[in-house]
């Protein structure tokens, strides 16, 4: 079955970059997404790849997929303190699909 | 920018009582879904809509869950008789149709907030 999983909490310096990590299990997902959530508010789409990708880079973030090990991950470079938040990975076979959620990683950035 | 809006932002309700949650998704779009997050819990998938059917449903969405689109802009998610269980964050969704099989943007709501007490 589909399983997404994620650590739970990160924390890093302001200007630093952040790496969160996503495990998933269907192997047959298709697109691979990380979504934001504010305090109060919905989920925000940040950027997804394709499954045949490695690698995608939208400015400060970059998405790398290891298909073999099924692990993606996200990096934020010089990292702000507006992004802290709680960022969710998410996997569907395509478009009309649903998503399949991780937990949620916490992601506190200090000043 | 376009954008799904739900009302209402927060529902407090008792048990047993029935409930409707609606969402107003981003007009062209074609694909509406519900999901749901119980406090310190991974967000569900619910039921996905299109065509005026229910395209795919979870094991959660049972008989107590029905969806409907009313009109050409409400999507609204009934709970037919509440449990404490099903306090939770509800978020709908919608997502445009991409020809040849490209990537899809779900566009999610903020979310209302139902207490079942």
């Known amino acids: 079955g589909e399983d997404v999983e994620q650590s739970l909490f990160l924390s890093v310096r302001e200007g630093d970059s952040s790496v969160i990590n996503c495990t998933y299990t269907?192997?047959?997902?298709?697109?691979l997404y990380w979504y934001k959530q504010e305090p109060g508010a919905g989920l925000q789409l940040l950027t997804y790849i394709f499954s045949n990708m490695d690698m995608k880079q939208d400015q400060r973030l970059t998405v790398l997929l290891n298909k073999k090990d099924k692990h993606l991950s996200l990096r934020i470079a010089d990292t702000q303190t507006g992004d802290s938040a709680i960022y969710f990975c998410a996997e569907s076979l395509g478009y009309g699909n649903k998503l399949v959620f991780g937990a949620g990683t916490i992601l506190r950035v200090k000043s | 920018e376009p954008e799904v809006t739900q009302t209402p932002s927060h529902q407090v309700t008792q048990m047993g009582q029935e409930v409707i949650l609606r969402c107003v998704p981003i007009s062209n779009h074609l694909y509406f879904y519900w999901y749901r997050q119980i406090l310190g819990q991974k967000v569900e998938f619910l039921v996905s809509f299109y065509n005026n059917e229910i395209s795919e449903k979870s094991e959660i969405f049972d008989d107590q869950f029905s969806v409907e689109r009313p009109d050409g802009s409400n999507f609204t998610l009934k709970i037919r008789s509440t449990k404490l269980e099903d306090s939770a964050m509800y978020f709908c969704?919608?997502?445009?149709?991409?020809?040849?099989?490209?990537?899809?943007?779900?566009?999610f709501g903020p979310g209302t907030r139902l207490t079942v007490t």
């Open positions: 969704a919608s997502s445009d149709f991409q020809s040849g099989g490209g990537p899809y943007e779900q566009y």
């Open positions: 269907d192997s047959s997902s298709t697109y």
